[in-house]
T-cell receptor, first 116, second 113 residues
Framework: GAVVSQHPSWVICKSGTSVKIECRSL??????MFWYRQFPKQSLMLMAT?????????EQGVEKDKFLINHASLTLSTLTVTSAHPEDSSFYIC????????????FGSGTQLSVL | AQTVTQSQPEMSVQEAETVTLSCTYD???????LFWYKQPPSRQMILVIR??????QNATENRFSVNFQKAAKSFSLKISDSQLGDAAMYFC??????????FGKGTRLSVIA
């Protein structure tokens, strides 16, 4: 079945640095990918919709200058957390829709970001 | 806008017994999909079952089945013959058209040996 690869699985960084998270669809093309954030014991909160070849659509309250999304190809979307702060520490998950499978969504394995 | 409501923050079931997780949703769309996802401690999101709104027949996947009541906008998940490996967070979700997947707040299921 379709696979979405997300890297890194976990990352620890210092305050003020930037962190890039990659999301790849391994065996299908994904014109749209989604980025979610999940706090402990809570549900997934949509941050933004990543569209190949165009600007991402951000949800209300999500700073687009803080969370930079690039969807440069049909198989890769990246989320860069810029000037990270401890409050950005969270679990980030990407997902991609496989159009061949009638809108089935496949999820990456997530990235745990810890900002010191 | 779509909304998904899971009113049971936690549920428990004895091993081999049956449990039902509740979910209600609201949407103005006529064409939509409903899902149940499982998130074990590894935090990998795993698709459990999927229902197309235009299909009247309830979806079934082995020990997992749904009770889809379109008029009532209800989409409950039944797990039969519960196993220890079923213990996880379960999220109900819906999507329509090009809108992103909307999740409920989740239900934590414990399975008691």
């Amino acid at each position: 079945g379709a696979v979405v690869s997300q890297h890194p699985s976990w990352v620890i960084c210092k305050s003020g640095t930037s962190v890039k998270i990659e999301c790849r669809s391994l065996d299908f093309q994904a014109t749209t990918m989604f980025w979610y954030r999940q706090f402990p014991k809570q549900s997934l909160m949509l941050m933004a919709t990543s569209n190949e070849g165009s600007k991402a659509t951000y949800e209300q309250g999500v700073e687009k200058d803080k969370f930079l999304i690039n969807h440069a190809s049909l198989t890769l979307s990246t989320l860069t957390v810029t000037s990270a702060h401890p409050e950005d520490s969270s679990f980030y998950i990407c997902s991609a829709a496989d159009r061949r499978s009638n809108e089935k969504l496949f999820f990456g394995s997530g990235t745990q970001l810890s900002v010191l | 806008a779509q909304t998904v409501t899971q009113s049971q923050p936690e549920m428990s079931v004895q091993e081999a017994e049956t449990v039902t997780l509740s979910c209600t949703y609201d949407t103005s769309e006529s064409d939509y999909y409903l899902f149940w996802y499982k998130q074990p401690p590894s935090r990998q999101m795993i698709l459990v079952i999927r229902q197309e709104a235009y299909k009247q027949q309830n979806a079934t996947e082995n020990r997992f089945s749904v009770n889809f009541q379109k008029a009532a906008k209800s989409f409950s998940l039944k797990i039969s013959d519960s196993q220890l490996g079923d213990a996880a967070m379960y999220f109900c979700a819906s999507v329509s058209g090009n809108t992103p997947l909307v999740f409920g707040k989740g239900t934590r299921l414990s399975v008691i040996a």
